[in-house]
């Protein structure tokens, strides 16, 4: 029988690394991956003969040992204590660095200046490696020193920030009025978040025209937390599915007894620091309707861990635990943010996402007069223009405006009426400088739609003059390419092993990431082809494989035969490419009107890649 402990969705909150050396037996880590680890253990897994071996060899990031020491610093920095330090939580993957995750308030590190996005690169001079513990040389006496050698994005040079050591409170969820707004900080998904979230919810919403749930460094916590806490703007309901290795599903729902808090308009603020518990608790707003997002696509981290530690094997740990991948999990419509993490419905900069929430925080005013109304994905949002032509509002008002997707419906007040006006007239009106995101040349083609819906998510690559060439051939190297920055897949040029494809060519890395993926592959002659002009039922045979990747329908369908009437409707696809048709039209996703021998074009590809994004969800609008 599987005996498990908490569930956690943390994007390796604690400010320590893994570092074996343990109590567990190599004997017996194998014992556990074996039984709960979510994908394919490696051929020559049984060869390992220590856990640094065992745990290198299955390379992956969140599954690994903790001490006794770092095990209760997991649990301190997901469910809050006070502890003796510089505030920081840091991303215990070494890539050039050890990257800051969040910042404590009033701590010694946010008074230094430090931020979220911040690299740590030496402490007190000791350059820092994948094989140095940070923690151990930043943890120190309460009033001792010590020197952080920094690089931060956009700057060229390092630069060193002495700090003093002393006790800093690790709270996971802040409240309080901010203007109009009811304005909730999570920190993080513990064992209190869902009453503090309550608590917040009930001592502001009556004086909130909003509420603002900021999850922009929140970087994971517990399942139990993270849906809980969506439930108090959602009620009882299904908040999550989790697939185990054997393709089983397990649920997470709010009890129901569960109370739903509030009817105010939500507004969900994300960052990319915003992981696993933060992106199930957005999912869940998005496919419930009850509020939009705001700010940046997520992380990504679309899997979760259990905590093997004495409580359910008591003959293997001493305080000490392995956290082991054991589920990929997805959003109550069944789709996933790994990788590709949850794009909000108003994709503005981090510079601009407070500004622009503030400003949708208007009361529903009496006089329509001065005002906008927006409808957007389901919420009814208001925008006072005095206020948002401003110096201090006028940036990010005009990049809220850019955002706006053609979903979205924006009203002017006028004469004691609402008329309907669109975003770049408005800006005209009113003299902002507003930079479309749509392109020059593509409002008269038919899925001018679609093009417009991923440019406005920064999703879809025109040229530099503007222009999106609709009509233009679109070659598999290409299509790959624009799936891949959709999806925000990492670069896997070493998967990209064709004979005519060089590793150095400008498309190695997205043809490598398709092919990690298995979305596609080459011929049988070993070559790729990639300045063929991809045809249509190749495109479908992709974006079919993406499905069954990105949600659940489509990993369902792609498991079904094909029947009788399948094979007569989708007779004109060559027999490899018929599931890949019907599993696409099922999602609403085989657009094109093309034959299946087809060579596709540009505005086809946009069109086929939107409703394929729209019929698996993710799209939040």
């Known amino acids: 029988m599987k005996r498990f402990c908490s ?6 909150l604690a400010a320590g690394l893994a570092m074996p050396a343990s109590a567990l037996e190599v004997d017996q880590a194998k014992d556990l991956l074996r039984t709960y680890y979510v994908d394919p253990l490696p051929a020559d897994f049984d060869q390992c003969a220590t856990l640094d071996e065992l745990l290198s060899k299955i390379d992956d990031p969140y599954t690994t040992y903790l001490s006794q020491q770092e095990y209760q610093r997991l649990l301190a920095s997901i469910h809050g204590e006070n502890v003796v330090g510089i505030g920081v939580s ?6 050039d660095g050890y990257m800051i995750l969040s910042i404590l ?17 030496a402490v007190d001079g000791v350059t820092l490696t994948e094989k140095v513990d940070p923690s151990s040389l930043i943890r120190g006496a309460e009033g001792s020193q010590v020197t952080l050698t920094i690089s931060r994005p956009g700057e060229t040079s390092p630069r060193n920030f002495t700090l003093t050591r002393r006790m800093v409170s690790v709270p996971v969820v802040t409240y309080e009025m901010l203007e109009n707004a009811a304005y909730i900080r999570c920190d993080s998904f513990g064992d209190t978040t869902t009453k503090l979230v309550a608590e917040g919810l009930e001592a502001l919403e009556a004086d909130a025209s909003v509420i603002l749930m900021d999850l922009r460094q929140n970087p994971g916590g517990t399942t139990q937390a993270a849906a809980g806490s969506a439930g108090m703007f959602i009620g009882p309901a299904l908040m999550s599915y989790f697939r185990d290795s054997k393709g089983e599903y397990n649920y997470v729902y709010t009890k129901p007894s569960c109370p739903d808090l509030t009817d105010k308009p939500l507004i969900v603020l994300t960052s990319p620091f915003s992981a696993s518990g933060s992106e199930l608790f957005s999912a869940a707003i998005r496919d419930k309707g009850v509020g939009i997002g705001l700010g940046q696509r997520t992380f990504g981290k679309g899997v979760a861990q259990y905590l093997f530690d004495k409580s359910n094997y008591p003959d293997y740990f001493d305080g000490d635990c392995l956290k082991v991948t054991v589920y990929r999990f997805f959003s109550p419509d069944g789709t996933t943010n790994e990788t590709v993490g949850v794009l909000p419905t108003l994709m503005v900069s981090p ?29 009814t949002l208001y925008v006072d223009l005095k206020q948002a032509v401003s110096p201090g509002y006028a940036p990010a008002f005009t ?29 005209r009106e009113l003299g902002l400088s ?16 679609s093009i417009d819906t991923l440019a406005a998510y920064r999703l879809l690559s025109g040229y530099g003059d503007g222009s999106y060439r609709p009509d233009q051939a679109i070659t598999r190297a290409e299509f790959c390419a624009m799936v891949t920055n959709a999806m925000a897949f990492p670069a896997a040029p070493e998967y990209a092993a064709f004979t005519d494809t060089a590793s150095s060519a400008w498309y190695a890395d997205a043809v490598g990431a398709m092919v990690k993926r298995g979305l596609l592959r080459g011929y049988e002659d070993g070559s790729f082809r990639p300045n063929d002009t991809i045809t249509y039922q190749e495109m479908a045979a992709v974006l079919s494989n993406l499905s069954a990747w990105a949600c659940m329908d489509g990993y369902d369908y792609a498991k079904r035969q094909l029947s009788d009437q399948d094979k007569q409707t989708y007779a004109s696809f060559s027999p490899w490419a018929q599931i890949h048709a019907r599993n696409l039209d099922l999602l609403g996703a085989l657009v094109g009107g093309l034959a299946p021998q087809d060579l596709c074009t540009r505005q086809v590809a946009a069109g086929m890649l939107c409703a394929m994004m729209e019929g698996t969800n993710l799209l939040w609008d």
Request: with cysteine; charged share 15%.
């Open 351 to 379: 510079e601009n996402t407070t500004s622009a929430a503030m400003l949708l925080s208007c009361p529903k005013p009496g006089v329509a007069e001065g005002h906008l109304r927006l409808e957007i994905a389901g919420q």
């Open 434 to 449: 507003f930079t479309s995101r749509s392109f020059s040349d593509t409002d008269q083609t038919k899925f001018a739609r």
């Open 90 to 95: 840091i991303q215990t993957t070494y890539q």
């Open 7 to 12: 569930l956690v969705l943390s994007f390796c």
């Open 399 to 427: 990049e809220l405006l850019e955002a706006l997707p053609p979903s979205a419906t924006l009203s002017k007040g006028a004469g004691g009426a609402w008329g309907a006006v669109t975003p770049e007239a408005l800006a």
């Open 105 to 121: 308030p009033n701590s010694p590190a946010l008074e230094a200046g430090l931020r979220a996005g911040d690299v740590i690169l």
